[in-house]
């Protein structure tokens, strides 16, 4: 392969890697704005939540189209392949955190008034604070290839699932103590049960990254807590 050749590649490399930092800071600031759309049930931001994931889902079909093309013109190997690879997959786990993004915007939407409780809408602010660190910690482990930091985001997911099991039972009595709470109570629960989700899509994220790096995959069973299971009803797309 030419010196030309090389650098070109190199250089389409450095540009698939810029569009997936795009799209990940995208996905967290539609996460963020989700989650202050709920606490402040300011249903003017769910909007813009909602209309924002159309970005991401436009920078998904963007990146993927990039990497077939490179894969179809540079016949990567090793390595460079798996970086390609773990691009096509980076982008299809943040496209799915933009979707659970729009999900809990939806619910906002939903409520339509007043929090019924400032407590249990801080234990959904609180999980998501987590899962947002765990986020971008992955995506700052992308950025700088370091395959030690996205093993430390996979072995942490666990506290998010804690929390959503706690949060589940304190719903759950809620709900039990007044039946006027299980409108919003329910709401609270997707919701947080979104936020879980998000949490288990930085662990993916993390996945992939170890394995662009290192050339392994992580077969051992992610850590879990004993974690209630919800039947979502809520649609990713």
Known sequence: MSEHIVTAFDQDLKQLAGKI???????????NDSITALMR??????????????????????IEDQSVLMIARRQPMAGDLRQIVAAMRTCNELERVGDLAKNIAKRVIAIGGELRSKKLAIGVEHMAELAMVQLKTVLDAYTQADAETAKLVRERDEEIDRLYTSLFRELLTYM????????????????????ERIGD??????????YMITGQQLTDER??????????????N
């Open 21 to 31: 930092a795009e799209m990940g800071g995208l996905a967290e600031t539609i996460v």
């Open 41 to 62: 049930m300011d249903g003017e931001l769910a909007q813009s939540v909602i209309q924002a994931d159309r970005r991401l889902d436009a920078l998904q079909f963007h």
């Open 176 to 195: 039990m103590e007044d039946p006027r709470n299980i409108t919003f109570c329910a709401h609270l629960l997707f919701c947080a049960k979104n936020i």
């Open 201 to 210: 899509h930085a662990t993916n994220i993390a996945e992939n990254v170890h």
């Open 223 to 236: 850590p879990r807590s004993d974690e209630i299971e919800l039947a979502d009803f809520d649609s990713d």
